[in-house]
């Protein structure tokens, strides 16, 4: 059947950079080693396994620098190796300890799968996961694109040389990366204001995602993209399609069926039988083992009840139906009104599909073989083909807005977290200063290191997830930690090239611990007259 | 409230930074002179910020602060738009204009702001909690 509208959905997978090679097992390299298993796994296998079958997936993926350097940094591919390793022993364990408990045996032979998957995906691209990406967008099957280089929320860079740094270092990494020039951005927290245009032309952007309510206005609201004054496209973010994935009342991840996500092995299990599989400290973390459903709405941990697999595929397919429908009656709707083709746009942190919701990776994949089973008068486009085959876009003045909590600034700039901002103030503007003074000059291969890593230090003081972190109470020690050691690393760097006392030792060491953007040169900070 | 625990480099800066539709947030330091201006009791503790509209330089609103708090939430001015902010300081009972912000944009209300659909999860929780 012909479409009568189109679906884009747009994954951004983004985690901060995390990256400590002294430590064997540090806590919050967890994070990437969870996102690996539990969502991007799952993603690139799905993706390969409808590209297989003549299936198009036709998504969108934003990949974050920083996580593209994690995905290519051969110590933590030997970590997550091990990760793997460990966690497929433990099951091991649990397979035999489940043999007389058929419901919790389903579940554990579940995770079996899960990670052997991952075992066999890591080994097959010898621990490059960027291969298999690189090679779907190659094939046409998905379109990949990138984002702020430490994911910084760009409003919140009041000086333009910085958010020029965060662009410009993107594209070169991306460049590296992927072989090609991105088409798109996505602006970190979906966080738009009107001087980013200028931003993004230069930097060879043709398109970008703003929130829903920043095109408000016009006569075909976020069903239609949009351009700036200066040609840059504009896709805005469809509120409805979000909520049912989303909403607290009667969202899809709430179902009761599905996996509960804060029960979990390492705190339910005898200390002494998980101690193997926790850290160095023996405190109990989760171990990615959940065996429990949701149950109920205000359930508490104690009463929720085993999964139930079965019972899960069955729901995935049951709200799988319910989102395609409700998109066909909106592009129906749309038709109906304006005779027009609709475009609706979707858009979700991908870490939300497998790891959040585990079921997450099944829904995203019965989506799209349902459209093309049944037929459905809808079919996915990725943003550089919808802007190739549509009319010129209308143009419009976007309003300041981003995805965060009441649609602005507030998760990033509150009481819980303002106190940052001094520092990555002080780093940004010696960084600057410092790169203006240097930018014309011949500098010895020492001094010229101090800068480059000095421009990485303050690139990452600069990402959006340390005031995040401390907002929402999560490991808010570890993140004030980070972005005060990056901010006290860009100006003590800076202040050693000044005085001509760089510490070669210190650097190497900063050099071997945060080591993304390998071709960065510090002169991407230098002002420019006229941009 | 929390505090960086290392210390920064001690130079005259007043950033402005959109929050919201209703808000502006402001920071300030100040170099090694001032502030033993400021603990010498030279100036005045109580500071004055003084909101102006970036277009036509006009006055749009005062809010005092004690210099020492270094941070301060702004309401924005009833007519919005792209304001500057400036620090003042009491010393002899005259006024002096200490430090100067940079132009930052209030955003605009946006109407249907019901039934926000959150893109992440911890959005989400962090609204149910």
């Not at chain 1, 993004?200 to 609201?221: A, I, Q, R, W």
């Not at chain 1, 009840?305 to 909106?330: G, T």
Request: aromatic share 12%; charged share 25%.
């Amino acid at each position: 059947m012909s479409s009568r509208g189109s679906l884009m959905f747009l994954l951004h997978a983004h985690l901060p950079y995390v990256n400590h090679p002294q430590d064997s097992a540090f806590l919050e390299e967890n994070w990437f080693f969870e996102a690996v298993v539990e969502a991007y796994v799952p993603l690139i296998v799905s993706l390969e396994r409808l590209a297989s079958e003549g299936i198009r997936p036709g998504i969108t993926l934003s990949i974050s620098p920083t996580l593209g350097a994690m995905l290519e940094n051969e110590a933590l591919e030997t970590k997550l190796g091990l990760y793997v390793e460990s966690r497929l022993e433990l099951i091991e364990k649990e397979l035999e300890r489940a043999q007389n408990d058929p419901a919790l045996l389903r579940t554990v032979q579940l995770y079996r799968d899960l990670y052997e998957s991952a075992a066999k995906l890591l080994h097959k691209y010898s621990g490059d996961l960027i291969t298999p990406l690189k090679a779907l967008q190659h094939a046409g099957q998905i379109e990949i694109i990138t984002t702020a280089a430490t994911h910084a929320v760009l409003p919140l860079l009041e000086r333009p040389e910085a958010v020029r740094a965060q662009l410009s270092v993107a594209a070169e990494d991306y460049l590296d990366r992927f072989n090609r020039k991105s088409a798109g951005f996505w602006l970190p927290e979906c966080a738009y204001e009107p001087r980013l245009n200028s931003y993004l032309k230069l930097s060879g952007f043709n398109y970008t995602f703003t929130e829903t309510h920043s095109v408000g206005g016009p006569p075909d609201g976020v069903y239609s993209p949009y351009r700036t004054s200066n040609g840059v496209g504009l896709f805005a973010r469809d509120a409805a399609s979000s909520r049912e994935v989303w909403s607290s009342r009667g969202g899809y991840p709430g179902d009761p069926a599905y996996r509960e996500f804060y029960r979990d092995l390492g705190y339910d299990g005898d200390l002494e039988y998980v101690r193997p599989y926790l850290g160095a400290d023996g405190a109990r973390r989760p171990l990615g083992l959940k065996y429990y459903r949701i149950t109920g709405a205000g359930k508490d941990l104690a009463e929720k009840q085993y999964y139930d697999p079965d019972a899960a595929l069955a729901r995935v397919q049951e709200h799988a139906a319910d989102f395609l429908e409700r998109r066909v009656k909106d592009v129906d709707g749309f038709y109906a009104s304006r005779g027009g083709r609709p475009l609706i746009v979707s858009c979700y942190d991908a870490e939300l599909f497998g790891h959040w919701w585990f079921e997450g990776p099944a829904f995203l994949e019965t989506v799209i073989r349902r459209i093309r089973q049944e037929r459905l008068p809808l079919q996915f486009v990725t943003p550089s083909e919808y802007l190739n085959s549509c009319q010129e876009p209308q143009e419009i003045s976007p309003r300041v807005s981003s995805w965060g909590e009441n649609g602005y600034f507030d998760p990033w700039v509150n009481e819980s977290n303002d106190f940052i901002y001094p520092a990555v103030y002080a780093a940004t503007d010696k960084m600057i200063e410092t790169a203006n003074r240097f930018r014309n000059q011949d500098l010895d291969n020492i001094n010229a290191r101090a800068l480059n890593q000095a421009a990485r230090e303050t690139l990452l003081a600069q990402s959006s997830d340390w005031a995040f972190l401390l907002y929402i109470g999560s490991h808010s020690a570890y993140a004030q930690g980070r972005l005060e050691e990056h901010a006290s690393n860009a100006l003590k760097l800076l202040g050693e090239v000044i005085e001509k006392r760089v510490d070669e030792q210190s650097l190497a060491g900063l050099e071997k611990k945060n080591n993304l953007f390998h071709r960065l040169d510090f002169r991407v900070f230098a002002s420019v007259s006229r941009f | 409230m929390p505090e960086l625990a290392r210390p920064l480099p001690l130079e005259d800066r007043l950033v402005l930074l959109p929050k919201n539709p209703g808000a502006f947030f402001v920071f300030w330091q100040f170099s090694e002179s001032r502030l033993e201006a400021f603990r010498s009791a030279a100036f005045f503790p109580e500071v004055e910020l003084r909101l102006v509209y970036s277009d036509d330089k006009t006055h749009a609103s005062v809010h005092k602060a004690v210099w020492s708090s270094g941070r301060a939430y702004l309401p924005v001015p009833e007519r919005g738009g792209n304001c500057e902010a400036a620090l003042y300081a009491l010393r002899n009972g005259a006024w002096e204009r200490l430090l100067e912000s940079n132009q930052a944009a209030a955003p605009e209300p946006a109407s249907g702001q019901d039934g926000r659909a959150y893109a992440s999860m911890e959005f989400m929780k962090r609204s149910q909690s």
